[in-house]
């Protein structure tokens, strides 16, 4: 069964210094949203990305934080400098609604951060 | 208000048990409803749509009420397995955003 991809799975930081997190997607997927999940809350979206262009990212702390997919397939989210309070789980997810009117988000296993 | 608000939990059941979650949502615009799982360190996947006719799989039975801006979520005959978090998703807007619930988390002991 195709599987989204993340890595690294697990990253400790030091507060300050920059981070970046790398999503491949199920091939094929036009659709790629980068969630952040703090202990104890639903996922919230970050960015979304269609194909390689963003079609939101309105709850993305710019100031800090940028992603991109330049050829549509894989994606990376970058934060820079991180804080303390940027420790939580990033999550990637793919889908194919525009072609299949599937609606359906597959979520890849996530990057757990700490920043100290 | 919350986008998407849920009972407070957790939920601490015997197996064998009926269970039942309950989720309220804000944009009465919303199109789409979803359960997911989230078991524990692990990434979230779909357990259900919810239709307005409700749907049932299996031991699981979900139901909108769009009137009343709804969702709810029955186990029956709850397992040990069925120990997760369970979140409400709404999907609405331009770009079919997701919008999850805080979750809540169910642990069923034998």
């Known amino acids: 069964e195709a599987e989204v991809a993340q890595s690294p799975r697990y990253k400790i930081t030091e507060k300050s210094q920059a981070v970046a997190f790398w999503c491949d997607p199920i091939s094929g997927h036009a659709t790629l949203y980068w969630y952040r999940q703090i202990l104890g809350q639903g996922p919230e979206l970050l960015v979304q990305?269609?194909?390689?262009?963003?079609?939101?990212d309105s709850q993305l702390p710019k100031d800090r934080f940028s992603a991109e997919r330049l050829k549509g397939v894989d994606s990376t989210l970058k934060i820079q400098p991180a804080e303390l309070g940027d420790s939580a789980m990033y999550l990637c997810?793919?889908?194919?609604?525009?072609?299949?009117?599937?609606?359906?988000?597959?979520f890849g296993p996530g990057t757990r951060l700490t920043v100290t | 208000r919350k986008e998407v608000e849920q009972d407070p939990g957790p939920f601490n059941v015997p197996e064998g048990a009926t269970v039942a979650f309950n989720c309220t949502y804000s944009n009465s615009a919303s199109q789409s409803f979803f359960w997911y799982r989230q078991d524990c360190r692990k990434e979230p996947k779909l357990l259900m749509s919810v239709y307005s006719s409700g749907n049932e799989d299996g031991r699981f039975t979900a139901q909108l009420n769009r009137a009343s801006q709804y969702i709810s979520l029955l186990i029956r005959d709850s397992k040990l397995s069925d120990s997760a978090t369970y979140l409400c998703v709404v999907m609405g807007g331009a770009n079919s955003k997701l919008t999850f619930g805080k979750g809540i988390t169910l642990s069923v002991r034998p």
């Open positions: 990305f269609q194909d390689e262009s963003v079609v939101d």
């Open positions: 997810a793919s889908s194919s609604y525009r072609d299949s009117n599937s609606y359906e988000q597959y």
